[in-house]
């Protein structure tokens, strides 16, 4: 490999990325207002579902387990009057759950008789189900004792009626802020998805204009092409990253917990992925059309959701987590939330920081391979 | 220009849309291929419930009363042991350096306590890194330690008798599904519609649809057609292979169902050829329309529930018409919903589909001339 050539090439690429103005300004504006988009609005601990209360037993105790599921910061509850049916409150769709409460509920918990709350839970939001389910199951039981009748002898012990008192403690994010969940999870997405598209682009840009034929006419060779173009890439790219992390930094206070050594050599690694599959998929197909659709839609869905972002890698079927493990965006993520929230350092990091060098290694051959010979493909 | 909307001329632009479509198989495979695949793919993958939660336990009183605490914790499959060490040190240890997700001490007198019916603290730590792990779990904990302490107490407990309406067996693939189907419908679909019409422009060809006598809605409604048809196979495609895969039921009106998606699919297009409209390259297409489609996505209620956004972003999902979309079908799609229950919903996408198209419509007429 000729590292002239390779550094002619990416001042090539460079200069052609420049030429756009609007392309420079969008590659630079997307990530940061995406960052800013999602670091606002995407919050996924359950807050402030509706539900409709019916009650018919109008005692103390419903007044209490009323206000005590309003209380809840999970919960609203809305008096709801008596004359339609609980079937046909979640029908309307207005609420999540309908829940009645008999007449004489009290009278039977103060006279120790057993006694039911209904409910009906709308199972379409299987998290948001669960959640109402645990909320009224601990709340009725906590709030009908305070009703029922004394106990007639001691409770014999040793186990009969445990008292646990169970402490819980949430540590590194104590007060539960979600932003130091999401935003070191942005930047992996941010940086799976725009790297991978600007470099798809500026592979097939080539073939589809023509312009490739006249680097297979040169001593140019396939090596220098991929490490020129992926040079010049990797600089956007991690132009793109400090960009979005001073934001991070400046609105969110997102900053290193920790040694910042493995996410600092990540960073690059991640990057160099995504540019090497941007090529990739580029070097695969014809017309930009379908490059974009591929790196565009596909890329984006998987280092999206098959890359522990949302809901955790260990919660899918066995196969998709071994799947994940093959998507770059998955380690980095978990590098990243270590390096700012967790600091761990080496110890916790070291082999995510391996396996993306491993699947960068990967990607190079896969990125080569088809552009090996410098040759237009048969029929093309 | 004529004004004249002729069938006879749009019939024609339409076959040549269609053969600039079908002519090349690789377009036609990503346009169907992914959407169908991502749909089905992604719903069995995802699942929203925590369980697997690596929890290490110190039991450090290590009697018939602390096991049976620690049977109760991992008994459901939400928590599973780690074989990390018996004392308080190393499974806080074992918490902070995340080889486990969550620790559980129980105290050395903790037997005694309870054998004198006081009351044992228990510590359970969280590595609050994944904050929506630790946040569910928290509140799995905390219901076990619940049901743990009301067991074999003297009254009988207020029962609660909860019935899970719509989604009886609770399957995530349920919740997935409708958005799933209306986030994929919606980056494919303004992708795709508005990558092929910069093309158009980047070739030149645009000019050439100029001179001849045909109006610019033939032009546009026949860029339309041919997306439109793939994306309905496409609906339909992942909606027999849900119910083959996941049972989904269908429990509503089927062509009101589909008088909706026709509305929502030409919107999405809509959108699409609205962004090309402003743009003149391939890269800003794709770098526009990924920006627009992935906050519409996340903006929707798909993933992250709207109620949990900050009172500004729901007031702002009102306008995004995938949020729209995506509770009509799954109330018609799950819960059998009728007009009379959605129609707000329709209104909002009818509206804004309507909105869509005219601004997309005159945008484009003005880059005709």
Known sequence: MNLGRVWVQCLKELVEFRRDPLTVALAFGLPVAMLLIFGFAIRLQIKNIPVAIQDFDRSAFSRDFISRVDASQELIAIPEPLDRSPAAILDAGAVRAAIVIPPGTQRAISEGRPAAIQSIVDGTDVVNALTIKQILTATSAFVSAGYAPPPAAPIAPPFDAPNVALHERIWFNPGGNEALFIVPGVYGVILAMYPTLLAAIAMVRDKERGTIVQAYASRLRASELIAGKCLALECIGLVEALAIMLIGWAVWGVHFAGDPVPFLLATPLLVCCQVLLGLFIGSRMTTVTSAIQAAGSVNSLVSFLLSGFLYPVTTMPLVFQWISYAVPARHYINISRDAFVRGSGWSGTSSEVLSLAAIASILAVCAWLPMRRMQLARGA | MSGVFSWRRWLVLVRKEFMQILGNRQVLYILLFPPIVQVTILGYALNPLIKHVALAIADESKSPASRELIDAFTANGVFVPTRAGSDAARVYRAVQSGTADAGLVIPADYATMITRGASPDVQLVFDGVNSYVANLGAGYASAIVQVYNARGSAAPPLASEITFAYNPGLVTAWFFVPGLLGSVLMITGLLASASASVREKDEG??????????????????????????????????????????????????????????????????????????????????????????????????????????????????INPLRHYISIARAIILKGAGLDIIWPDVLALAAFGLLAISISATRYRSQLR
């Open chain 2, 205 to 318: 060809t645009l000019e050439q649809l100029l001179m001849t006598p045909a109006s610019s809605l033939e032009v546009l409604l026949a860029k339309i057609a041919p997306l439109f048809s793939l994306f309905i196979i496409a609906m339909l495609g992942s909606l027999a292979l849900s119910r083959l895969i996941f049972g989904l039921p269908f429990r509503g009106d089927f062509p009101l169902f589909m008088a909706i998606s026709s509305l929502y699919i030409v919107a999405a297009i809509s959108i699409g050829i609205l962004i090309s409209t402003f743009v003149t390259t391939q890269q800003q297409v794709v770098l526009i329309s990924l920006f627009t489609a992935l906050p519409l996505m996340m903006l929707s209620g798909a993933f992250a529930p709207i109620e949990s956004m900050p009172p500004a972003w729901q007031a702002f999902s009102l």
